[in-house]
Each structure stands twice: as C-alpha cells, then as structure tokens.
C-alpha cells in the first residue's frame, strides 16, 4: 500500500457569490496554501476538512492501491491527481501524489 501526500496547492474566493447566496460563517476554511497532509491506511489526515475529505477521497483510494493514470493520461504524473474541494464559494485545489 502507498502512502499518498496531499499538498494545498490554491485558495479561492468568491465574494460576490458569498455575498449574494451565503449565511455569513466564520472560519469557513483554516487551510493555507503550501499545507501538507500525509495519508497512510486510507485515514482522513487530521486537520483535513470533511468536505475536502470527500471531494478526493475515490483519488486517493485509487493511488492507495496502487491504481492511476485517471482519465486516460490527464495527468503528467501518472500517480498523482489534481482535486478542489465542492465548496462553491471558496474552493481549494488539492495535489494527491504517490509517495
């Protein structure tokens, strides 16, 4: 079994769409650019948003085991994935790779 890294690689934000359609909430997303989280035995990494969890989850499962190349050559490293999260109003995109 791998152990796959997943790396905080952008944070955005929507203000007009929080704006427009969202209660307001505080501390909505803690994680910063350049964060690192270790996954072994397929565990969520403490510190790792639920959300964020399920959004990458089937990518990591995959690489887990020993599986890539999604899509059919999507990505140039065949043991990695590029996932955001589903919020929609300040998604964050993830780099899962193979370690």
Known sequence: MNK???TVMRKARYDDLIEKYEN???HAC???EGDIFICQELKKPDGLCDCAWESMYP???TLYYGGGDFYD???KNKKSAMISC???FRP???YIEVI
């Open 4 to 6: 796959i890294k997943i």
């Open 24 to 26: 307001p909430i505080e």
């Open 73 to 75: 050559g999507w990505m």
């Open 92 to 94: 964050v995109s993830f």
């Open 30 to 32: 803690d994680l910063k």
């Open 59 to 61: 990518f990591v499962m």
């Open 86 to 88: 589903n919020d929609g």
